[in-house]
C-alpha cells in the first residue's frame, strides 16, 4: 500500500510537470539567420493625448499655440502632462489654439507634427515654427500567467512584445510559452492572434512591436490547469500526500 502511494505520487508530480520544451523561448534562435528590424509609428486613435509643443525663433511669438507657457520652466510629472495634453476626440479630431479643429484620422505623431507646422506657415502665423508632438497616455494590458499582472504606461515609440512582458516580471512557469494571445483595436479594426514565444518567427510579424493599447494574455499551460482542477498546487498535493502516508502507517501498524 505504501509503495502504491509513493508511486502515485511520483507519478503524479512527473505528470504536472512542465517539459524544457514547454518552457524555453526562441528554441530556434540558433538556427535563424538574422533579420532586419523594421520601426513603425502607430497611428494616432481617439482617446490618445497628446503633448504638442510649438517654437519658434522668436518665443514670445509661439506663447499663443502653446496649452501652457511655462509648461517647459517647471518639471511636471505624467499626471499633469496628461491633463494639460489634447485629447483626441471619437471623430479623430483634436482643438488646437488660433489653428482651431485639425484631424488626426491615419496620422502619426510625425505627421501631425508636419500637418501643424505647415498650416502655421501658409496661415502667416509662424515663419520658422518646430513643433513636437508625443503620445503621453501609451499604455499596454498584460493578465494571466506573469508575475505581475495589470495595465503598464510607456513612453518611447517602439517597445517590443518581449519588453512588454518584462514590465509583468515575465511570465511564471506555468504559463503557455507557445500560445500566447494578443488583441489589437487600430483604426477601427479589432485584430487577434496567437504568438508562439518558443520561435523566433514571431520577431517578423506585425505584433512583435507593441502598439498603444495592445492587451497581452497569458494563458496556463496544460500542468496548470490539471492542478488547478485537482487540488491547485504542488504544496498541497505534497500535504495531501503526507497525511495519506501517515494515515496509511498508522493503519497498517
Do not use: W
Request: net charge negative; with cysteine.
Amino acid at each position: 500500500m505504501k509503495f502504491n502511494l509513493s508511486f502515485l505520487l511520483v507519478l503524479f508530480l512527473l505528470c504536472s510537470c512542465a517539459s524544457k520544451k514547454e518552457v524555453l523561448y526562441m528554441q530556434d534562435a540558433i538556427t535563424e539567420a538574422n533579420g532586419t528590424v523594421n520601426y513603425e509609428s502607430a497611428n494616432i486613435q481617439p482617446n490618445d493625448i497628446l503633448k504638442i509643443n510649438v517654437e519658434s525663433s522668436v518665443p514670445e511669438a509661439a506663447i499663443p499655440y502653446n496649452r501652457t507657457a511655462l509648461q517647459r520652466m517647471q518639471p511636471q510629472n505624467i499626471q499633469l502632462v496628461q491633463l494639460d495634453g489634447y485629447l483626441v476626440s471619437l471623430n479623430n479630431t483634436i482643438n488646437f489654439p488660433v489653428l482651431g479643429e485639425i484631424s488626426t484620422v491615419n496620422q502619426t505623431t510625425e505627421q501631425l507634427e508636419q500637418s501643424i507646422k505647415d498650416k502655421l506657415v501658409s496661415g502667416g502665423h509662424l515663419t520658422d515654427p518646430t513643433v513636437n508632438v508625443r503620445l503621453v497616455n501609451a499604455k499596454v494590458t498584460i493578465l494571466g500567467e506573469v508575475n505581475r499582472p495589470g495595465t503598464y504606461n510607456f513612453t518611447e515609440q517602439n517597445i517590443t512584445l518581449l519588453q512588454a512582458l518584462g514590465y509583468a516580471g515575465d511570465l511564471t512557469i506555468n504559463g503557455k510559452r507557445e500560445d500566447i494571445l494578443m488583441t489589437r483595436e487600430a483604426d477601427g479594426i479589432r485584430k487577434v492572434t496567437h504568438i508562439d514565444l518558443t520561435s523566433v518567427s514571431f520577431m517578423n510579424s506585425e505584433f512583435y512591436f507593441i502598439k498603444p493599447n495592445d492587451v497581452i494574455v497569458v494563458n496556463p499551460n496544460e500542468p496548470r490547469v490539471k492542478n488547478a482542477g485537482f487540488v491547485g498546487n504542488i504544496g498541497t498535493v505534497l500535504t495531501i500526500a503526507s497525511l495519506a502516508l501517515s494515515v496509511t502507517i498508522l493503519l497498517t501498524r
